[in-house]
Every structure is written in structure tokens, then in C-alpha cells.
């Protein structure tokens, strides 16, 4: 196991499912307090990690919003970006692809120029320091209106050639993808490639929504499609990648223990899953931890973490020149 770790954290790896506000780690959720003047409700960075227990997806979702009070001006989306890119370059993570959600700042009167230019000028910067290529996912929040959505489309339009796709996140239940049907229609002609949270907490039904209405081109968890058979046929049939995320189904209690989480039974299946951290500052672990957790409870092989890795690579964004020369990195490594 020591072997595998240690494998793991050498590995040339992807991540394709990162919300940046997410990676807000206490410590820097206090130092942007302290620098903008910010209340938040907590004494110190013990009390921050205590708070951090979770029975579902919205006792999350309410602490996550509150975190993100601390973000004002352009540097500190900088600044979050930045150190987010800082830790997984320490990861081995060569390539990520990064999702921020605009509405969580601009309802709170922060311009949509600000969130941007901050996280795309960190983006910059990583690749200039770290070699570390990057894209960027806009998502929509979806317990917000469609008419909502539509104008944080429109505001993305202005920078279209820095945003590669759009997502939909939030709280899923009750808000199903067929609310943004027409949002994702216009997106899609607009160029912009689409992916969803989809199977998180809601029913394999808004997998099928995800598919038919928003014509995803990857799937956000998709956990609970393992409950529909011919869904499964078909995520395999279609190669339609899956970014799981298993420290947060286990701290969102979606996986009562890691020994159950789906994911070795999801590469037996011929699905093609990856390994992503989701929120890593919130839920114990960067892309490594992730890695390591499952391949110790589920006793996962180098061929199988592999796999996975590829998978990462393979279901990316990029152009097939630099998905190739990426596997070959990672094919180099495990050789
Ligand atoms: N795991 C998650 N599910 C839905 N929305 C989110 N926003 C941030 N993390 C999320
Ligand atoms: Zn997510």
C-alpha cells in the first residue's frame, strides 16, 4: 500500500471536476476576512474544520455559500486560484479543469469581471510557473431561475474564448436538468461545451435529462445511474466520461463507508469514471487523497489506478495532440 501511495503521488494526473470556491482553505478564507473586512462566524481555523460535518448535499451547499463572502476584489480570486494550482502542482496534477460559479458572486454585487480576470490571470501564471494547463467551466446554479442563467450566459458571451464549456451545479433535487434546457440550447450554439451535475443526490432520470435535453458532453458524478441498467449500457455505449468525486460522496454521505463506493464496480461495468476532488477544502483531500482513498478501501491495482488516469486524460477538453502527448507521460510513468 505504501508502494501504491507513493505511486499515486508520483503519477502524471488530470482533474476535471473542481469548483474553485471550493479549494477555499480556512486559513485564506481567514486572511481575506481579515483583508476586506469581512464577519464571518467563526473564531478560529479549528472552529472552521469543525463545522465541516455534513449529512447531505445542502448542509454543504449553505457553509460553501457563506465561505465565498470572504472573495471581494479580483486579487483574491487570484489568490484562490493561484494557491489551488500551487497544491496540485505539488499533486503532480499536469492538467485541470476548473469550475466557478459567478452567480455566487455577482448576486452578491462582486462584476462578473472581476471573478474572471482574477481566475484567469492565476491560470496564466500557473502555466507559466508550473507548466500546468488549465481550462475553465462556467457553471449555473440551478436552485436560481432560468431567466437568471440566461443573463450569466449573456455576460460570458464577452469572454467566450476564455470559457471552454458550461456546467450545473447546486442543489440538485427538486431542480432538474430540464429547467435549463433552453439555457444549455443556446450555450451550445454559442460553442460553449456542456457537462452537468447529474446522479449526485437526484435520480437516474435527471441523468437522461442531462443526455437528451442539455446534450452533455460529460457527466458530473452520475453516481446513481448505477441504478438503471439500460442507463449504464447506454454511459458505457456512448463512452460518456463520469468525473466521480469520492471524498465527497463519502462527506456527503451519498457512501455510508469509502469500502462501498461505487467506482471499481463502475470500471467493471466498462464506464468510463474518473478521479476528481469536487471541493477539497471542505472535504479532506486534493486529487491524491481521493486516489489513495479508494485504491486502499476498495484494494484498487496500479492497472486499474492507471486507468483511471487515462480516463482523466482521455475525457479532458483538450485537443487530441495534447491528450496524446499527455498519455504518453502517463504511459512513460507507469512502465
Ligand atoms: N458537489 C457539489 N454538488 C453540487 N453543487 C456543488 N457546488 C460545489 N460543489 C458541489
Ligand atoms: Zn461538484
Do not use: W
Not at 128 to 145: A, E, P, Q, S, W
Not at 215 to 222: P, Q, S
Not at 227 to 256: H, I, Y
Request: proline share 4%; charged share 25%; hydrophobic share 40%.
Amino acid at each position: 500500500m505504501a508502494d501504491l501511495n507513493s505511486f499515486i503521488e508520483n503519477m502524471p494526473k488530470a482533474e476535471l471536476h473542481l469548483h474553485i470556491e471550493g479549494s477555499l482553505e480556512p486559513e485564506l478564507m481567514f486572511a481575506l476576512a481579515r483583508r476586506n473586512g469581512v464577519d464571518i462566524p467563526f473564531k478560529s481555523i479549528e472552529e472552521v474544520r469543525d463545522a465541516y460535518q455534513f449529512s447531505n448535499l445542502q448542509d454543504f451547499l449553505d457553509i460553501y455559500y457563506q465561505g465565498m463572502s470572504v472573495l471581494i476584489t479580483e486579487q483574491d480570486f487570484y489568490d484562490l486560484t493561484f494557491a489551488y494550482l500551487t497544491k496540485v502542482h505539488e499533486q503532480n496534477v499536469i492538467h485541470t479543469e476548473i469550475f466557478f460559479d459567478p452567480q455566487g458572486h455577482t448576486d452578491r454585487g462582486i462584476p462578473f469581471a472581476d471573478v474572471i480576470n482574477g481566475i484567469t490571470r492565476a491560470l496564466e501564471d500557473g502555466r507559466k510557473k508550473y507548466g500546468i494547463t488549465t481550462r475553465l467551466i462556467m457553471c449555473f446554479l440551478r436552485h436560481l431561475t432560468e431567466e437568471a442563467a440566461f443573463s450569466t450566459l449573456d455576460q460570458a458571451l464577452s469572454y467566450r474564448d476564455r470559457i471552454v464549456g458550461v456546467g450545473l451545479d447546486s442543489s440538485e433535487l427538486g431542480h432538474p436538468p430540464a429547467k435549463f434546457a433552453r439555457v444549455f440550447d443556446k450555450a451550445k450554439s454559442a460553442g460553449f461545451l456542456a457537462v452537468a451535475h447529474a446522479g449526485e443526490e437526484g435520480p437516474p432520470e435527471y441523468v437522461y435529462e442531462s443526455l437528451d435535453l442539455l446534450k452533455i458532453d460529460r457527466l458530473d458524478h452520475g453516481n446513481r445511474s448505477l441504478e438503471d441498467a439500460d442507463l449504464v449500457n447506454r454511459l458505457v455505449k456512448e463512452q460518456m466520461a463520469l468525473t466521480v468525486c469520492p471524498l465527497s460522496n463519502f462527506k456527503l454521505a451519498g457512501v455510508k463507508d469509502m469500502r462501498d463506493h461505487p467506482i471499481r464496480k463502475m470500471l467493471e461495468l466498462g464506464l468510463k469514471a474518473t478521479v476528481n476532488s469536487d471541493d477539497p477544502a471542505y472535504f479532506g483531500g486534493y486529487v491524491n487523497e481521493n486516489y489513495k482513498a479508494i485504491t486502499e478501501s476498495l484494494d484498487l491495482t496500479k492497472a486499474q489506478i492507471m486507468t483511471l488516469a487515462r480516463n482523466g486524460f482521455e475525457a479532458s477538453f483538450c485537443s487530441p495532440a495534447e491528450k496524446q502527448a499527455m498519455i504518453a507521460r502517463l504511459d512513460a510513468y507507469g512502465a
